[in-house]
């Protein structure tokens, strides 16, 4: 359950919800961040869109992105005269895109794309896994001008992509389509020692939490290890855990060489709720560290449960920068720990990011995304009507 994943979940039972009949298809991907099928059922039940995963049976990560494509193509015209307009996830290194507008021709209606992640190098050094990355971005862009609308989650990203785009972009067509959150998942609904308790947490425990994807040397988390040991030398109290992925055997390593594995918690991918729950126990949670410049949905999630956030410099849209509540920093251990130091100690700058975080993101929930990309939908779907 990654952030895209995530996002097309929210979006499609909103719309489904709105009233509009939603048939979603999955590429049945074993995917490091999957959930367990009893607990990905238990939350599709939640949602009334109809849901297809093709193939039956499991294709593994790495073959993902190629194998996937003739399975959501058959699946796909199966819905001949049954639709109106496709919407995709777009990713700058799968194939999700293409298979849409395949699928658009051959059903002669509209695609619309909605990218959380455009292009960015992450990479420490070159190597061949970058070389196909950059030329599947590539070949990714060149479709960008065939989709009837491609939207990104702010507007610094959506002039990175005209910039880089140059000729080949119709701007007109690139819209924005933010990251959110249900505001149901933040009511308290019992109290933070007791929630604590449940998830084996002390009152007294400084939690630090980290969600999200951790385990490629790109996403720096080693930056957070380092600065957590020294976050130690004065809260002796801290626990820092790494909620949504599978450690990689250099960061159990390094957890180990740093001498931090009692106060380290890593679990594995986990029901969202798990998420929320952890969210409202934490006293500081960690953004991306590195220069990714856009807006992940976890950081909206941190501020909707009124918690201090530390990310890295240029990890962030500019666009979204609250006033309290998140501080940016370059990405090293000693900054990063200071960062942290600073939080846990000033009782009285958590009080106010408490009060503040949620005004900040209320414009930023799924229900408000999921009207505008409704509108959307019906404009596309009345020109292409008209033509």
């Known amino acids: 359950m990654g952030g895209g994943t995530w996002t097309t979940y929210n ?34 039940n939640k949602n009334t869109t109809h849901t297809s995963r093709v193939p039956s049976f499991k294709i593994p990560n790495y073959l993902g992105p190629l194998l996937s494509i003739v399975p959501m193509l058959l699946e796909g015209t199966k819905f001949r005269g049954k639709i109106d307009v496709i919407v995709c996830q777009y990713h700058p290194m799968h194939f999700v895109s293409l298979v849409a507008l395949i699928l658009g021709k051959l059903l ?38 065939n989709m009837a609308a491609f939207l990104v989650v702010s507007p610094t ?8 785009m140059g000729k080949r972009c119709i701007p007109e067509k690139i819209g924005v389509s933010p990251n959110g959150y249900n505001a149901i998942d933040f ?10 308790s449940t998830l084996g947490l002390r009152v007294e425990d400084k939690v630090v939490l980290f969600v999200g994807r951790f385990s490629g040397n790109e996403y720096g988390i080693k930056y957070l290890l380092e600065a957590f040991r020294l976050v130690l030398y004065e809260e002796p109290h801290a626990i820092l855990i790494l909620l949504g992925d599978e450690p990689s055997k250099s960061i159990l390593n390094l957890v180990k060489y740093l001498g931090i594995e009692t106060h380290t918690r890593i679990y594995g991918p986990c029901p969202h709720s798990l998420v929320i729950r952890f969210i409202s126990v934490s006293d500081v949670c960690i953004g991306p560290l590195l220069a990714t410049d856009t807006m992940p949905l976890k950081i909206v999630e941190y501020l909707a449960g009124g918690k201090p956030v530390i990310t890295g410099k240029g990890s962030i849209t500019p666009e979204f920068k609250p006033v309290t509540g998140l501080i940016e920093v370059a990405a090293s251990p000693v900054n990063i720990s200071k960062a942290i130091l600073n939080v846990l100690k000033d009782s009285k700058n958590i009080q106010e990011i408490t009060t503040n975080g949620p005004e900040q993101v209320k414009a930023f929930t799924w229900e408000q995304i999921s009207a505008d990309l409704e509108y959307l939908l019906y404009k596309v779907i009345v020109k292409e009507v008209e033509k």
């Open 11 to 44: 979006l499609t039972r909103e719309l489904s919800e709105r009233g509009n009949k939603v048939d979603l298809i999955i590429p049945n991907v074993d995917f490091i961040m999957t959930i367990k099928r009893s607990d990905a059922e238990a939350i599709q």
């Open 187 to 196: 009511k308290v609904t019992s109290s933070p020692s007791k929630t604590r």
């Open 157 to 164: 990203t959506r002039g990175l992509l005209i910039n880089r």
């Open 108 to 145: 002669r209606i509209p695609v619309v794309a909605r990218a959380d992640d455009i292009y960015r190098e992450m990479w420490d050094k070159p190597s061949i896994k970058i070389q196909l990355t950059k030329m599947t971005n590539v070949i990714n862009e060149s479709l960008i001008k």
